[in-house]
């Protein structure tokens, strides 16, 4: 991994395609470009790759299996088993790029991409002035990027203990704690089981939309299998597909809060609401051991007020209510967004008036973002060879 500054010369003909994110999808799409001889550059923000796992809570394994998890060009060690767990993530990550000999810049975070003037390829800036020019570019800074918390009337003057679930490490903290866990998507419900399972005293789950649950795994057949299969169906098709399937797998939890979801599986994942893998939450909801109760609506007198009237005064708030692409600032002048800021293209499609720039990452299919993110990598390294053949500059031999 390099750790100097970047060459650049905007008079070059020859340029590098930059990749901008040292995470699972721009270390793949790094590789791809290598594979076909093209030199590809990484620049990361933070000190090493893969950072975002080295954050992550303690007790957290990949929901997709460790083979359908694999990126391109290296498997992920059958030693590290199906569901493979936070730390050989990172180790599978840091031995990617040095199997690879990926070329990483660390410590350089990319505030701005634009048009080089004459138009002939991008322009970015970075940390420490840096202006480095591109043939071609790949945003693959995360669909998790920055930690969103809602807007909560009395948040700013609470006084309790209150963090984001990107903070939350380990159940350690919390023994014996009454504590509230915000939000029900993978990350609330998994943490929500963990607190249980670690002793905190009380562990209550706001759920403002109940979610679709499904078994990781039933009799050996992933549930990442299924989403492979149903993935180009049509969405009513899969949705009328999930509903008896649930029926089977998934007891019905009404009476404890959490009614089967009126709005279809797949009608919800496209709107990002991936189905939540059972990692212990139904057994935990069954016992009364996690307490599911109405959405937060705000903050007051130093208590938690939720949707239904009810106050409730619990030790630790822990947010799991999701993050942001946070790419406005980047390329939100390129006219390249959606209204929610999402790109409007991926993989290897490019926004029409910016041919060229290439989005990884900011999918979440129900097949598992790191099978699509190894997909994108090799459809965006074949465009981005067919498009700009005389223009990118090539790895010696
Ligand atoms: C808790 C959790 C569990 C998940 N489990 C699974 C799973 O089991 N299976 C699955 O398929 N997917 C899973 N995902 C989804 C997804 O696969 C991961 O988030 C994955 O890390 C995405 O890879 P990425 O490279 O797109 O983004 P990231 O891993 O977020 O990497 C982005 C990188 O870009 C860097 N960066 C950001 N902005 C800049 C900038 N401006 N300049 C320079 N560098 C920048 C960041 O530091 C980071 O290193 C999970 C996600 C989360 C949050």
């Known amino acids: 991994m390099a750790d100097s500054t970047p060459s650049a010369s905007p008079s070059d003909r020859h340029r590098p395609v930059y990749v901008i994110g040292g995470g699972p999808a721009g270390l793949s799409a790094a590789y791809a470009l290598r594979a076909r001889g093209i030199r590809a550059v990484v620049l990361e923000k933070s000190d090493g790759v893969g950072a975002p796992w080295r954050r992550h809570y303690d007790r957290l394994h990949l929901h997709t299996t460790r083979r359908l998890s694999a990126l391109p060009g290296l498997p992920i060690p059958r030693r590290f088993g199906r569901w493979v767990a936070r730390d050989d993530v990172v180790r599978y990550l840091e031995k990617y790029a040095e199997v690879h000999a990926l070329e990483i810049v660390t410590g350089v ?51 309790g203990e209150f963090l984001h679930a990107g903070d939350y490490r380990s159940p350690a903290p919390y023994t014996g704690r009454d504590v ?36 990781r795994s039933t009799a050996g057949w992933a549930a990442q299998y299924t989403g492979v299969l149903v993935r180009r169906l049509p969405t009513g098709v899969v949705d009328r597909l999930a509903r008896p399937m649930a029926k089977l797998s998934v007891p019905d939890l009404s009476a404890q809060g959490l009614p ?26 069954r016992k009364g051991r996690v307490e599911v109760v109405a959405a937060v609506d705000g903050f007051e007198d130093g208590k938690v007020v939720l949707a239904d009237g009810t106050r409730v005064s619990p030790e630790a708030v822990v947010a799991a209510t999701g993050y942001v692409r ?19 293209a991926h993989g290897a499609r490019t926004p029409q008036n ?14 598992g973002t790191l099978r699509e993110v190894a997909m994108d990598a090799e459809k965006m390294a074949k465009a981005i060879v067919k498009n700009g053949a005389d223009a990118l500059s090539r790895l010696p031999g």
């Not at 800036?125 to 998790?144: F, S």
């Not at 980047?330 to 409007?344: A, E, I, Q």
Request: net charge negative; aromatic share 6%; proline share 6%.
């Open 326 to 344: 946070s790419l406005e600032g980047l390329v939100g002048h390129l006219d390249v967004l959606d209204t929610r800021g999402r790109p409007v």
């Open 109 to 159: 975070e990319v505030s701005r991409v634009e048009r080089t003037p004459d138009g002939s390829g991008w322009l970015l800036h970075a940390t420490g002035g840096r202006e480095l020019t591109g043939a071609a570019v790949i945003v693959a800074t995360g669909y998790n990027h920055t930690p969103y918390v809602p807007d909560w009337a009395g948040l700013d003057t609470y006084t």
């Open 180 to 215: 509230l866990v915000v939000g029900v998507g993978n990350t609330g419900a998994e943490i929500a089981v963990d607190l249980v399972e670690g002793g905190a005293s009380r562990v209550r789950l706001s759920v403002r939309t109940a979610p679709h649950i499904v078994r």
């Open 354 to 367: 910016a041919p060229g720039l290439y989005f990884t990452g900011f999918t979440t299919p129900i097949s």
């Open 260 to 285: 089967r979801p009126d709005t279809g599986l797949y009608t919800r994942a496209k709107e990002g609401a991936i189905p939540v893998q059972d990692v212990g939450l139904i057994d935990a909801v």
